[in-house]
């Protein structure tokens, strides 16, 4: 029997979406577990989410440098022994640095996890620091370092960013090789003696889990004490430059980057998830206003994207694209009127449908397989996301009408108030227009 593909499926709406933040289990040493259990395959992956990040460091780029060194050697094994371990039990490790914590995750075999395990966690309680190994990590950090900064999108992030948070404000960090080379043994033994501790940890354990792994976490980690009291979430205090748009020059640069952001509210804020759908219509998801209006009708980007980002202190909208040179006042120009139009236009009804149901469908995958949901529970320690912030955010896309966004519209959006930075060649860019 043939599809009829002229009429188009049925559109169901979604039935209940609910995430319960299951209960920390406390560990003998004082150590927090949270665990995420049903999994299908006999893999887990536990991360520790350790306090001490990008805001805690002394100078430039001591977290990373610091999370790195821990697994070059620690009392038992050396940097090449660790690696060649780790990758015969078929084991991986990976570690992000954040504003507030460091991120350390070991992805295992059940089978070989109490093999894996006590291996990860020695390079986090005993590492030696050998210079031979440091002096690597400083050589692949300035090589990353110095080829991002030829690139006009990370020249236009930075300068935003010293614009909105201020110039000593620790997200307006800038590193440079220069700042990278400088770093010395004795910075990374300050930052470990600082924040590897016991009591700085929280852990997530996912996958398919059984008391077994439980008790091996148990017994790995029950001779790791603590050493204190934990240390401070950090709020930097913000002190942005009165500058509102700044052109930063690229010599040679083929296309423009344009980033800008415009302040909102924390997350916390009872604004800021109806915010974020806002920014979901301006600019998303692929059918999005910027999207079409930019990309498909007038051709001047390949990509334009918005989005609402929240930490405890601090929340705003942030739109970014690269275009080339000779377009970059037509985007401002147009940016600039879809975001007029969400003050002075309630949103369509079909339009927003269509936004809820992409929202749902994003939110739906995070509840796919374990290691997703431990990754949103995670997330409580990286960006201040509550336990029940999972159940609110699906309240609020279902509840939330086109006049309760368009009222939020005229509360928050104030074009006076929008910071831009453009990253191009100077040399190509045509005379400002009324932007």
């Not at 991360?47 to 430039?60: D, L, Q």
């Not at 994003?362 to 990754?375: G, M, Q």
Request: charged share 20%; with cysteine; net charge negative.
């Amino acid at each position: 029997m043939a599809v009829d593909r002229s009429t188009p499926p049925p559109v169901s709406d979604f039935r209940e979406i609910r995430l319960d933040v299951p209960e920390p289990i406390m560990l003998s040493n004082g150590m927090k577990l949270w665990i995420v259990g049903n999994g299908e395959d006999e893999i887990n992956k536990l991360t520790i989410y350790m306090t001490g990040g990008a805001f805690h460091e002394s100078r430039p780029m001591q977290a990373t440098a610091c999370s790195m060194a821990v697994f070059n050697g620690n009392k038992n094994l050396t940097h090449a022994q660790i690696a060649e371990a780790i990758d015969f039990y078929g084991a991986w490790r990976s570690l992000q640095v954040y504003d507030n914590c460091t991120t350390f995750a070991l992805s295992s075999l059940n089978d070989n996890f109490n093999n894996t395990l006590p291996i990860f966690i020695d390079c986090l309680r005993f590492p030696v620091f050998p210079d031979n190994e440091f002096e690597l990590n400083k050589r692949q950090l300035s090589v990353n370092c110095a080829t991002a900064r030829e690139k006009v999108k990370y020249i236009a992030n930075k300068e935003i960013l010293r614009l909105y948070y201020g110039e000593h404000h620790p997200l307006a960090t800038d590193p440079t090789p220069t700042h990278i080379n400088s770093l010395t043994q004795h910075h990374m033994r300050e930052f470990y003696s600082a924040f590897y501790k016991a009591q700085n940890c929280n852990l997530v354990l996912s996958g398919r889990i059984t008391h077994k792994e439980i008790a091996t976490v148990e017994s790995t980690m029950s001779q790791w004490l603590p050493d204190g009291d934990p240390e401070p979430i950090l709020e930097p205090e913000m002190s942005p430059s009165p500058e509102m748009l700044k052109i930063v020059n690229k010599d040679g640069a083929v296309q423009a980057a344009i980033v800008m952001m415009l302040k909102t509210v924390p997350r916390q804020h009872p604004d800021y998830l109806k915010l974020r759908i806002l920014t979901t219509v301006l600019g998303g998801y692929f059918g999005s206003r910027l999207m079409t209006n930019i990309r498909e009708d007038k051709g001047y980007t390949y990509g334009i994207n918005a989005s609402h980002s929240g930490r405890s202190f601090d929340g705003y909208i942030g739109i970014s694209t690269e275009c080339d040179t000779k377009h970059v006042w037509n985007v401002l120009h147009e940016t600039k009127r879809e975001l007029q139009r969400l003050c002075d236009e309630p949103i369509p009804e079909q339009e927003l449908q269509t936004v809820k149901r992409h929202m749902l469908s994003e939110l739906v995958r995070t509840l796919d397989t374990p290691f997703n949901i431990a990754s949103y529970i995670g997330s409580m320690f990286c960006y201040g996301i509550y336990p029940t912030y999972f159940n609110e955010q699906i309240h609020e896309i279902i509840s939330t009408t086109s006049h309760d966004l368009q009222a939020i519209a005229q509360r928050y959006i104030d074009l006076s108030q929008l910071r831009i930075v453009i990253a191009c060649d100077k040399n190509n860019l045509p005379k400002d227009t009324d932007i």
